[in-house]
């Protein structure tokens, strides 16, 4: 039994030194850490627990039955986040370029369903190739099973994507489908074809992280939710993002101690938004004083940033906050806004994260280019994941609330819990002086003075339809309150919502505006 145990002992220290120092520093000179590197850092130390370590592949031709290494390019397990289990798959790029054949898929299919059974979150560190060529159109299965447990597991599981390589052609749309993507500047591409292919196609000439990078991901395409400049970054905060949620969807997100007082008052709100619905200010400050010792992690920062979504804490407690950024685009809603709004509210909705939407918004953004481009489409998008969500949902007007995109940001009408509103706000169907012009366009016309007639009138229909107390007399909005006491507001009404129950009638699924 010794002698089998060392032998053992012996192989397990091969595996675990990986398939040698050339390869090693290969990685290490692309700025690369090595995938169990990579796992010491996302996971508490010593607590990872690797399955299938002894897997070879069985494929043979194109010289694969001379070369089969332990692990086949991809390491499996689980460990702990915080105390808390967390699976794991980790391509290894030194073993076939991390390329996925049946032996790798299976080890990959055999941890995601181990992820599902369990009800804990998934992460991918991912950086392969793509398919294994030699072994053809079994290797393209394995990605179609990996989909597959992608879709059965969304809104079961947290699933999370971390990119530190490579991800071309069909391999991207794993993480596609999964809740949060995160990357890792001039290191890590997705694509769907790589630059030599569009150049062969098209004729453009472009480098793979003008196609595919970190940045135009993150700014551009929407794609990835989190970008950092080197791989410790990243997991770190792939490790406070699992901090806030939950481990599945049966269960609620962990609550922590909170020193911050509830009651504390936000003075600084005063003056920090103006009362002249015309002048910016930067709607990240409001965040600040309201949550929990004013820290919050912002998903999709740099994409779509009219609009801001944040994972934070009320005395503990994770919600979800949405809100217009008056400081770009004066905060309107446009598609790309739409798009980013409404997947967030659906995964706070799908893991038990009750959503506050803060309100400064002045409407949907015109033009030819956003009517073409589908906005009445995409603006559905946000409309359906409010009106589908059943987590507690509370609003708060802090200024201009006008048209459509009031009442798709979350308006009482459309289910929100409670309505709130600050002193400045307005909630009308357009401004007072779009719509002076429209009611009054004729005495307008009219007038010996144009301009002062007009001025009149605005005042007018300002004083009769917009002002702080019309939505409150009429029952749109539950109360008026002073900014100061924002945060104890939305505390106390979140802890009283806490128990919500909402049913829904019984159906297969919805069928969502694409």
């Not at 850490?33 to 043979?60: C, K, M, N, W, Y």
Request: some cysteine; proline content about 5%; hydrophobic content about 40%.
């Amino acid at each position: 039994m010794k002698s089998h145990v060392a032998e053992l002992a012996g192989i397990r220290a091969r595996v675990l030194a990986g398939p040698g120092e050339k390869a090693t520093a290969a990685q290490r000179a692309k700025g690369k850490l090595t995938v169990r590197e990579r796992i010491e850092l996302l996971l508490d130390p010593g607590s990872f627990q690797e399955v299938e370590q002894l897997r070879r592949h069985r494929a043979t031709g194109f010289g694969l039955e001379a070369r089969k290494p332990y692990t086949d390019g991809v390491v499996t397990g689980w460990g702990t986040v915080e105390g808390r289990t967390v699976f794991v798959y980790a391509h290894d790029f030194r073993i076939f370029g991390g390329a996925l054949g049946e032996a790798h898929a299976t080890k990959i299919h055999k941890i995601m369903d181990m992820a599902i059974a369990a009800g804990a979150p998934l992460v991918s560190l991912n950086d392969g190739a793509g398919a294994r060529i030699q072994e053809g159109v079994t290797a393209l299965a394995g990605y179609g099973g990996i989909f597959r447990r992608n879709t059965a597991a969304s809104g079961v599981i947290p699933q999370i994507s971390v990119m530190l390589g490579p991800c071309a052609g069909g391999a991207a749309y794993s993480p596609a489908l999964t809740d949060f993507v995160f990357m890792v500047r001039e290191t890590s591409q997705m694509f769907i074809t790589g630059p030599d292919v569009v150049k062969a196609v098209t004729g453009e000439e472009i480098t793979q992280n003008g196609l595919g990078g970190a940045d135009v991901h993150a700014e551009t395409s929407g794609v990835c939710h989190f970008a950092y400049d080197d791989e410790e970054a990243c997991l770190e905060e792939v490790r406070y993002l699992l901090s806030l949620l939950p481990g599945n969807n049966r269960e609620t997100p962990p609550a922590v101690p909170c020193a911050d007082p509830v009651d504390r008052r936000g003075d600084v709100l005063l003056d920090l938004v103006p009362a002249d619905g015309n002048r910016p200010y930067d709607m990240a400050k409001v965040i600040e004083e309201i949550v929990d010792d004013g820290e919050y992690l912002e998903v999709h920062q740099r994409w779509a940033r009219n609009i801001i979504c944040a994972l934070a804490r009320l005395d503990g407690q994770v919600v979800g906050i949405v809100a217009n950024q008056p400081q770009t685009l004066a905060g309107v809603l446009d598609i790309e806004a739409s798009e980013k709004a409404a997947r967030f509210v659906q995964m706070c909705d799908a893991f038990s994260i009750p959503l506050v939407t803060l309100l400064d918004v002045p409407g949907f953004l015109p033009g030819v280019g956003q009517e073409h481009g589908g906005i009445i489409r995409h603006g559905a998008k946000l409309l359906y994941a409010y009106c589908n969500a059943t987590v507690p949902r509370i609003s708060l007007i802090l200024r201009k609330a006008y048209g459509g995109a009031y009442i798709v940001m979350d308006s009482q009408s459309i289910g929100a819990d409670l309505t709130y509103a600050w002193p400045t706000n307005e909630i009308a169907v357009m401004g007072a002086e779009g719509a002076a012009n429209v009611i009054f366009r004729r005495r307008i016309a009219e007038a010996g003075d144009p301009e002062a007639k007009r001025a009149e009138l605005v005042k007018e229909y300002r004083a009769e339809l917009m002002h702080p107390y019309y939505a409150a007399e009429r029952g749109l909005v539950d109360d008026v309150i002073d900014p100061a006491e924002t945060r104890e507001v939305l505390i106390r009404a979140l802890a009283v919502l806490r128990s919500k129950h909402a049913e829904r009638p019984a159906r297969k699924h919805g069928n969502p505006p694409q």
